[in-house]
């Protein structure tokens, strides 16, 4: 028996999924960030893009698990999608309020402008 209790399915199953979306938070804001620099030149969201940011991190993240959910469960997609949207639902209004809060305590800095 591990000592660790990694045998039992739900720590190694929250471990896994933890791993997943720590990467994805991590990629998801570098690239929304460039995107939002590219095309506004700024990163400074409003209440809209927020809400967007937010929408659309879970949407990756339940693209990225409910594939998992499936084969590692032995379900259908509708059961694991099912499975899914209550911690969705949650993560859905964390990532928001994270990310504010994020973005108000660690602002980026604005780019300097070339001056020649």
Do not use: C
């Not at 995107?35 to 967007?52: D, E, N, Q, Y």
Request: net charge positive; glycine share 6%; aromatic share 20%.
């Amino acid at each position: 028996m591990d000592p660790w209790g990694w045998d039992r399915s739900p720590w190694r199953d929250g471990a896994i999924f933890s791993v997943l979306a720590t990467f994805w938070n991590y990629v998801y804001n570098i690239g929304f960030d460039k995107a939002m620099l590219a095309r506004r030149g700024s990163v400074i969201k409003t209440l809209p893009l927020r809400l967007l940011h937010a929408v659309l991190f879970e949407a990756g993240l339940l693209v990225a698990t409910i594939p998992f959910i499936m084969w590692w469960l032995s379900m259908s997609f509708w059961q694991a999608l099912r499975m899914d949207i209550g911690l969705v639902i949650f993560y859905l209004i964390y990532a928001f309020v994270y990310n504010w809060l994020y973005d108000y305590l660690f602002p980026i800095p604005a780019p300097h402008s070339k001056q020649g």
